[in-house]
């Protein structure tokens, strides 16, 4: 090898590697009435019937219990920041500029946190145990997906105390 090949060699800390996978993924039977009522602005769950544990997005199965899930439950657009994060590094296909906020968010009823985005404040503001509510996109901007919630903005209300939400977390 020669003097110049081990400079070079040397210098190499990290190599680009694009790489590129395209697939499809089926909703199943309980996300697809999900993601419907997401489209008409209904947070739909489900309620286990061994635990009473309200889960949102439903599954089929509580994953505690291991039994079929029961009734839908509807669950109101207001919530609880249980944890968070402020993202700040860039990264390839990011939607948004950061810095942004993503949060676990436990609506009022539920009780597995749904994860999504905070908006509407600096993210300096966001902490655990703030009340945020659904900011719904336009109705004629309305998919099926959770984006049809655009991000939860804070409601005002006082903090909830972290001793209310700590199983949640
Ligand atoms: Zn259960």
Request: contains cysteine; glycine residues 8%; hydrophobic residues 40%.
């Amino acid at each position: 090898m020669s003097e110049a090949t081990k400079a070079v060699v040397k210098d190499v800390t990290t190599m680009a590697s694009p790489v590129s996978l395209k697939f499809r993924a089926r909703a199943g039977k309980d996300l697809s009435r999900f993601l419907r009522g997401m489209k008409e602005r209904r947070i739909v769950g489900r309620v286990c019937p061994s635990c009473n544990y309200v889960y949102v997005p439903p599954r089929g199965a509580c994953p505690t219990c291991g039994c079929p899930m029961g009734d839908e439950r509807v669950l109101p657009e207001t919530g609880t920041i249980t944890t968070f994060c402020i993202v700040n590094i860039p990264f390839e296909g990011q939607k948004l500029k950061p810095p942004y906020v993503c949060a676990s968010v436990l609506l009022d009823g539920a009780d597995v946190a749904l994860f999504h985005l905070v908006g509407g404040c600096d993210v300096n503001e966001v902490r655990m145990g703030m009340r945020v509510r659904a900011e719904w996109v336009d109705e004629a901007d309305a998919e099926l997906s959770l984006e049809t919630i655009r991000y939860f903005v804070p409601t005002g209300e006082p903090d909830r105390p972290l001793a209310q939400i700590r199983e949640h977390i």
